[in-house]
């Protein structure tokens, strides 16, 4: 693994990073994602492996949460970037690399919709009720209606302290509020970055050589499940 900490360290091209996913999703070796065979032959010029049993050819991305990806370099930039405990608005990412505004939004919803998967495989929880979130809850979005105030949740009076009043900052300081359909996944993400793992890009990262293909609307579309589960320490 320190290996890979210091291959992270001086990536620079898509191909880089193409490397380090490679290491990461097949590290204790390759496996045919159709028929498990473990051997392969490497095809370098499209960076491509080929199961020596089944002839499929996969590369460190195809089926997984990257699948199709072009330009890794920005992707796994924009992935670790939650790997600090700093927020980044669709804004500022859309700055950062020099992409336009939806482009953003899209990269750090899917980078959000990821990481609700990898904390649902990961126990330890606990339901952090929307009116928690009121204060930083007012930008309209077309979901809203879904998601009306239960009746437990709209008589209970929560008193925001410690870390779900710096949850609050966050969402007003970093994304200057967030409406109400998206809002469990702007404050997973703040879970993730104040308590995760800011040291453990490389967990992070492993999330992403996993998973599915996930499809455009999907993703555009995806909410948490109403009341996230966050880490107790919050
Ligand atoms: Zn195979």
New binding site residues.
Partial sequence: MEDLYSLIEIAESNEDYRTILEILRWYEGFS?P??S?TEAYRIKTRSLFE?K??R?QVSATSGTFLHGVRNLRVWVKAILSFATSEGQSAVSVARLFNRGYSTAWFMMQKIRMVLENGFEESGEAYFLPCSMLKEALFKASSGDEHFELDEAESCSEPVLSGRAAVLVAFLLGTFRGVSRKYSQLYALEFAYRSLAVSAEPIRLLSMFVRGRIARRKTITSYVAPYLIRLPSAL
Avoid: E, G, H, I
């Fill in positions: 045919c159709r028929c065979c199961c049993n089944c499929m």
